[in-house]
């Protein structure tokens, strides 16, 4: 069992010493999603998707897309660190180490995914002042479905870092996928307004049901409401089945022989 979980540990603990010693990776992660739902929340006032009640403002229904745009910086790109230990020859020596290559994976992503919950942990520490209450229920349900989303995002920059040999190739090919699969995920408007081709790819969106969840849990009145698409137990399920799919593929990427 050493063989397994001890690298898995040191692995993890790699990722979160590298992350902590680089301040500006910290800063770099939070600030910017933080102002831009605070500028464009402040910008556009009332809200016009009358979603939960007549009172509610644009800040408020920006703030669970903006808690999925850290995870999904910081996840993704936390995974950047795999270029670099490959550069670095690190990637080779534990590639030849006699150990499962499911440690690697595990210990990378799990590495991702603690810095991208945590972060978005600390953001969510602002929502009182948006007069958001958490009930234990809701609370749980909201860690939940952060974890989820960071560890399945995580595994989706594991896959493209793996196959990759520069940060910049990494950094073109993910600005492609992220801000689209963003924009995508309801986070700045409705699936009900959207037009109909463009919620067919809202729909496909697993990001879409992540931001959906959250936006349930934070608002506990509409937690019990089974009329709204997607339901609370779908964004869950699509949720888990979105990290399962990223991690199976994760490892099978990773066994492959090049």
């Known amino acids: 069992m050493n063989n397994l979980f001890l690298p898995i540990v040191s692995l993890w603990y790699r990722e979160v010493i590298r992350f902590l010693r680089q301040p500006s990776r910290v800063i770099g992660a939070l600030v910017p999603p933080i102002l831009f739902w605070f500028f464009i929340g402040s910008g556009l006032g009332k809200s016009p998707f009358q979603t939960f009640s007549p009172e509610e403002n644009y800040m408020q229904y920006l703030f669970p897309g903006t808690i999925l745009m850290i995870v999904l910086f910081t996840s993704i790109f936390s995974t950047i660190s795999i270029i670099e230990d490959r550069k670095d020859g690190f990637l080779q020596s534990v590639i030849i180490a006699p150990i499962p290559r499911s440690s690697i ?4 992503i799990l590495g991702g995914t603690t810095l991208a919950f945590f972060e978005a942990l600390a953001f969510l520490l602002l929502a009182p002042l948006l007069k958001i209450h958490f009930s234990w229920n809701s609370l749980f349900i909201a860690l939940l479905l952060l974890f989820l989303i960071s560890m399945g995002l995580t595994g989706m920059g594991f896959i493209l870092a793996w196959q990759m040999d520069s940060t910049q190739g ?12 963003w924009f995508l ?20 969106d697993p990001l879409t049901y992540g931001v959906a969840g959250l936006r349930t849990a934070f608002y506990s009145q509409s937690l019990h409401s089974g009329g709204n698409f997607p339901s609370l137990t779908l964004c869950l399920f699509s949720s888990f089945i979105f990290c399962l799919f990223t991690f199976t593929l994760s490892l099978l990427v990773c066994k492959r022989k090049t």
């Open 185 to 204: 995920s309801g986070a700045l408007f409705p699936l009900e307004s959207a037009s109909p081709w463009l919620r067919l790819l809202m729909i496909l």
């Open 105 to 108: 994976v595990l210990g990378k």
């Open 170 to 181: 990494f950094h073109s090919v993910m600005n492609l996928f992220l801000m689209p699969l």
